[in-house]
């Protein structure tokens, strides 16, 4: 059954441009996981230091690969300093 991961962020107040070189490097990674259907990264429109990731899997399997992949640790370790606080991320089942 698919998986909706939602997740929030909020970045340092100078991590802005860091974020965003790091995720340029991961995210066509991720895209390319077993499983991966989406995986998107909005930036607030009023205050960009906010921001929102959605993630859909096929399964639970396929996210708990791509959780467990190298480079997902990778992208985990690099963005810690630039990440002010972060809300536990909400998983959904698609209807």
Not at 73 to 82: K, N, V
């Amino acid at each position: 059954m698919e998986i909706v991961v939602l997740g929030h962020a909020r970045l340092q107040p100078w991590g802005d441009a860091a974020f965003r070189g790091i995720l340029d490097e991961f995210l066509p990674l991720v895209r390319l996981q077993p499983g991966c259907q989406a995986f998107d990264v909005f930036f607030g429109g009023e205050d960009p230091r906010d921001v929102a990731i959605i993630e859909r899997w096929t399964d639970e399997d396929a996210l708990a690969a791509n959780l467990a992949a190298p480079h997902t640790t990778l992208f985990l370790d690099l963005i810690a300093p630039w990440i002010e606080g972060a809300d536990t991320p909400e998983r959904a089942r698609a209807a």
